[in-house]
């Protein structure tokens, strides 16, 4: 659905952290860290706005622009855990409606990486006066990259979906950064796991090792377990809190 592709975002990420090896330009390490978090951003309103479309790719990319970054926020304060000892407090309204929530470890990480990075990309856009060293920004894309993982494993699928993904083991992953040359010649794969690896040398690569190389490249992908009815309930309730909830408890 997205035109913007979360992964590639996430991509771009890691090449502007490392690009410049010696010296790194503050220009590129803040775009680093503000595509890191846009891609975080356009991961979940994606998949968001497909569960609220259903099949309707028209209407899901019209309810894609509904998304407020203030209020996806506040959702995510919403299912990151609070107080002594920290749990997850629902608004009354949701406490009514669905009781105890059974939430997921993987959400919760998945909610405050995002509260984190956008507090981070606010810096980097906004606040002139701090310096970014790359080890700040490359800290920000790998927590954007970990909360890709985490949201691999949780994300909504289909019965069939999710049945085969049990019996098949582990997803497959995309490789971080792949030559160019790679990427010519092998389709990306369509999955949002980006991996946390260094970038490898361009260099030619011969089609007989495309294989490889690609192989190369990927690490071992998330451990794959199937989620309980209640916490595939309380994912999908995430996803339609990060649109609706201010709209819901301003009523």
């Not at 506040?74 to 002594?84: D, I, L, Q, S, Y």
Request: with cysteine.
């Amino acid at each position: 659905m997205a035109s913007v592709d979360p992964r590639r975002l996430l991509l771009q990420a890691r090449h502007l952290a490392t690009k410049e090896r010696l010296r790194p330009q503050q220009a590129s390490l803040r775009r680093a860290v503000s595509s890191a978090y846009y891609a975080l951003f356009h991961l979940l309103v994606t998949d968001a706005s497909k569960l609220l479309a259903g099949n309707d790719k028209r209407l899901a990319k019209l309810i894609a622009r509904s998304f407020v970054h203030g209020e996806m926020n506040a959702a995510c304060e919403v299912f990151t855990p609070r107080g002594n000892p920290p749990v997850v407090r629902p608004p009354a309204i949701v406490d009514a409606i669905f009781g105890a929530l059974t939430v997921p470890a993987e959400l919760t990480r998945v909610a405050q990486a995002f509260r984190d990075l956008q507090t981070s990309r606010h810096d980097a856009d906004y606040s002139t006066h701090l310096t970014w060293t790359r080890t700040e920004a490359l800290s920000e894309v790998e927590r954007a990259e970990d909360a890709f993982r985490d949201w691999e494993i949780i994300r909504p699928r289909s019965r069939a979906a999710r049945r085969g993904a049990a019996g098949a083991g582990p997803p497959a992953v995309v490789p971080a950064i792949v030559p160019a040359v790679v990427l010519a010649i092998v389709p990306p794969v369509a999955v949002p796991i980006v991996p946390a690896v260094p970038p490898p040398v361009a260099r030619a690569v011969a089609p007989g090792a495309v294989a490889a190389v690609v192989a190369a490249a990927v690490p071992a992908p998330p451990a794959v377990r199937v989620l309980s009815a209640a916490e595939q309930e309380t994912v999908r309730l995430f996803l339609t809190w990060l649109t609706l909830g201010k709209k819901v408890q301003g009523r």
